[in-house]
């Protein structure tokens, strides 16, 4: 079974930067489509940001364009989402999913995805 596993959330304030990983027990990421999304209390989960297997480039929504940055390190097989200028606005559980079939990747649609991680908080003070 595919478990995925964020880390790297955390309390930062307004402006601040946080790093989230993505890795999987006992084997690579190298292969998997990756989406970030996330959800905060009381609203809709919402892709952020997602990276293909080897196909195109990442890919942003408009609210974290220009402050997000999805990439991978293939010596470890593992995803990473950088934060930059967090705003409370991010403050949300961000979860990582992968998957084997994606062509490309998307952040519009978290059914697309097969594999979901638990999830990890990131919390934005004013």
């Known amino acids: 079974e595919v478990q995925l596993v964020e880390s790297g959330g955390g309390l930062v304030q307004a402006g601040g930067s946080l790093r989230l990983s993505c890795a999987a027990s006992?084997?690579?990421?190298?292969?998997?489509?990756i989406g970030w999304f996330r959800q905060a209390p009381g609203k809709e989960r919402e892709g952020v940001a997602c990276?293909?297997?080897?196909?195109?480039?990442?890919s942003y929504a408009d609210i974290v364009k220009g402050r997000f940055t999805v990439f991978r390190d293939r010596t470890k097989g593992t995803v990473y989402v950088q934060m930059n200028n967090l705003q409370p606005e991010d403050t949300a559980v961000y979860y990582c999913?992968?998957?084997?079939?994606?062509?490309?990747?998307?952040?519009?649609?978290?059914?697309?995805?097969?594999?979901w991680g638990q999830g990890t908080e990131v919390t934005v003070s004013s």
């Open positions: 999913a992968g998957d084997l079939t994606l062509a490309g990747c998307t952040v519009s649609t978290a059914g697309a995805y097969a594999y």
């Open positions: 006992g084997f690579t990421l190298d292969d998997y489509a």
């Open positions: 990276i293909g297997s080897s196909l195109g480039d990442p």
